[in-house]
């Protein structure tokens, strides 16, 4: 399976943006996570292979929203009130299996990132 992430861009704080995952073949559990200029990378949200299931990072919680549509094999990352700490790379991430995982190394596919920058 092959991911393909989208919708980066800049933004300033307290705008919006919306970050797409689309994958080659079907998926599973998914999951977005980012990576912060000398930080490691961590867990920003998940959704199980139904939608029915969402966890998210505490520093994201209702800010952020993620959703998918299987019909088109794609993840999304709705992402509002946008603060500068945001600023990342955001990676989509796929895994084998329908359980949600917060663990970045329980996922199999990994998407090439997207640059978001968020100005003060």
């Known amino acids: 399976v092959q991911l393909q992430a989208s919708g980066g861009g800049s933004v300033q704080a307290g705008g919006s943006l919306r970050l797409s995952c689309a994958a080659s073949g079907r998926t599973y559990a998914m999951g977005w996570f980012r990576q912060a200029p000398g930080k490691e990378r961590e867990f920003v949200a998940a959704?199980?292979?139904?939608?029915?299931?969402?966890k998210y990072a505490d520093s994201v919680k209702g800010r952020l929203a993620i959703s998918r549509d299987n019909a088109k094999n794609t993840v999304y990352l709705q992402m509002n009130s946008l603060k500068p700490e945001d600023t990342a790379v955001y990676f989509c991430?796929?895994?084998?299996?329908?359980?949600?995982?917060?663990?970045?190394?329980?996922?199999?596919?990994w998407g090439q990132g997207t640059l978001v920058t968020v100005s003060s």
């Open positions: 991430a796929a895994r084998t299996t329908t359980v949600v995982s917060t663990t970045l190394s329980r996922y199999n596919y």
């Open positions: 959704i199980s292979w139904r939608g029915g299931v969402t």
